[in-house]
């Protein structure tokens, strides 16, 4: 098949999911081809990128050379519409500008590369509901099914700021995929039709994240790990504040691989709460540094929140990654956490925002190394089962081809 992938951004480093998806179906046989919005400027990037060849493979949809004195009229017709559908949405162009685009099919102006080879497509894929609410014309001019897929933020958060924006997506869309049952659940409550909706998990590649049997320590230090944006809906804030309840107790080490907007802010909370030696930010890392992090690691922390602007997780890759690896997990009872962390099986989960419940799950497994190995081999055999790449790639091959477009 020839697949097209739609994306806001291409390459992030934060996406590995996307990477994985695209190299599963290039290693079957598929052929597909990236039609990002924007350019990265990111650092770091994947090895996948450059071992597939795949900036090759991407076409950047830009604005330069758009003729908007054109293009601006039709834009503004496809925006009334959607107000007539639902007057309250005219505040809510106004009110956030740059974000309002996406409320309509308004990339059409940029979209000629991609135009000009959609016949050739057996299946048009968007990738974050926004880039398939800006791209929905195209369900009306191919047979090749268009599929839209939800990852989180997309959900709670958009919907939040503006209720019906998706209403003309769902419409036009062929199928609708989420994440978790709790994702489904929110995307039916706004009008997607349940028939249009499927289960298709994120993806983990398992021979790069390879198991490795957790024992008791020769040494008494217990390595703490997270890799994360620096972002609200992290909740490293309350992971801080745990790890200082424990680090007069317990040798304990904890590295933060990642970066975003709160890094100054969660600095200072480690100066204060005297952790500068039992806890280091270690900025962005390649994803074999990830690995290693991982295979160096005894428990892995992340106590995700909603975060106040309504963004919250949809089920967190690293938290997949990290049970691929064989690392016992301790994350937060938020959003569909709860369905790829198996509370007491592979971890331990705790309400949101509770500083103190965490500090007594990792106490728990602090006190209980003998609970890693087996809460390891629970989360690696879960992964292997639903969230490997070739069972993700088998679950995207069968819905490009039993959906019509």
């Excluded at 090895?47 to 090759?56: E, K, P």
């Excluded at 962005?284 to 290693?292: H, I, K, P, Y």
């Amino acid at each position: 098949m020839r697949v097209a992938f739609l994306v806001n951004a291409f390459p992030k480093l934060s996406e590995t999911f996307l990477l994985n998806q695209i190299t599963g179906l290039v290693d079957v046989g598929h052929d597909v081809d990236i039609y990002a919005v924007q350019r990265t400027d990111e650092d770091v990037t994947h090895g996948q990128i450059a071992d597939y060849d795949l900036l090759d493979r991407t076409t950047y949809l830009t604005v330069e050379g758009v003729d908007w004195l054109r293009v601006a009229p039709p834009i503004a017709y496809r925006a009334l519409v959607d107000v007539g559908r639902d007057p309250s949405q005219l505040g809510r162009f106004l009110s956030h500008r740059r974000d309002a685009v996406r409320l309509t099919d308004a990339f059409r102006p940029v979209s000629s590369p991609l135009l000009d080879r959609l016949d050739g497509y057996d299946a048009v894929h968007a990738h974050f509901g926004p880039i398939g609410n800006g791209f929905r014309f195209l369900a009306d001019r191919t047979d090749a099914p268009f599929v839209v897929s939800f990852y989180g933020y997309d959900v709670k958060e958009a919907l939040g700021k503006h209720p019906c924006r998706y209403g003309p997506l769902f419409d036009a869309a062929d199928a609708v995929t989420v994440l978790s049952e709790d994702m489904r659940e929110k995307l039916e409550d706004a009008g997607c039709p349940p028939a249009k909706t499927t289960k298709v998990p994120l993806c983990v590649d398992t021979s790069t994240f390879a198991f490795s049997e957790r024992t008791t320590r020769t040494d008494d230090r217990i390595e703490l790990v997270t890799v994360a944006r620096l972002v609200e809906k992290k909740g490293l804030a309350y992971a801080i504040d745990a790890v200082a309840q424990l680090a007069d107790e317990y040798d304990v080490r904890y590295r933060i691989a990642g970066d975003g907007t709160l890094r100054s802010e969660l600095e200072r909370r480690i100066r204060a709460r005297g952790l500068d030696e039992q806890v280091e930010l270690l900025g962005w890392v390649e994803q074999g540094t990830v690995s290693d992090l991982l295979a160096a690691g005894d428990v892995f922390l992340l106590p995700s929140v909603t975060a106040r602007s309504g963004d919250e997780e949809g089920t967190p890759t690293v938290l997949l990654e990290a049970q691929a690896r064989g690392l016992p997990v301790v994350s937060t009872y938020h959003s569909g956490i709860p369905e790829i962390v198996s509370d007491g099986r592979s971890g331990l989960l705790a309400p949101e925002r509770d500083a103190d419940a965490l500090a007594r799950k990792l106490r728990t497994l602090f006190d209980h190394p003998e609970l890693w190995g087996e809460m390891g081999r629970n989360g690696r055999r879960y992964v292997e089962e639903v969230h490997s790449v070739g069972t993700v790639t088998e679950r995207l091959e069968r819905l490009y081809t039993s959906t019509k477009g």
